[in-house]
């Protein structure tokens, strides 16, 4: 499992044409081979962070060939982004825990 990890801060002109951007590639995302799940999160001051989880590297290089997502790149570097860091990290272990509807009656 491969887990990318992506803060950052929206400048101003990042408008209606980011929203609509950002839903149409988590759609595509979403329908790629090898996509896991993703959650996004946003903190008081602003700071974004979105977790995205791949099977593996290879589905990873795919995403990140994508033309459409390449394209959205540049354009997020240009004008929706005041900054942003990537992190991509291999799990080497993972643990679940859920408590039952029993468990709780």
Known sequence: MIVVLFRSRLTGSAG????ATDAHLAERAR??????????????DGERLTIV?????????????DPEHRAAQA???A???????????EVVRESHFAHSAAVEA
Not at 16 to 19: A, I, Q, R
Not at 79 to 89: G, M, Q
């Open 16 to 19: 209606e044409d980011y929203v």
């Open 53 to 65: 989880r791949w099977r593996d590297l290879e589905t990873l290089r795919k995403w990140r060939e």
């Open 79 to 89: 004008r929706w982004y005041e900054y942003y860091e990537l992190e991509v990290a």
């Open 31 to 44: 329908a790629a081979p090898g996509f896991v799940d993703v959650k996004a999160y946003t903190a008081e």
């Open 75 to 77: 354009t997020g570097r």
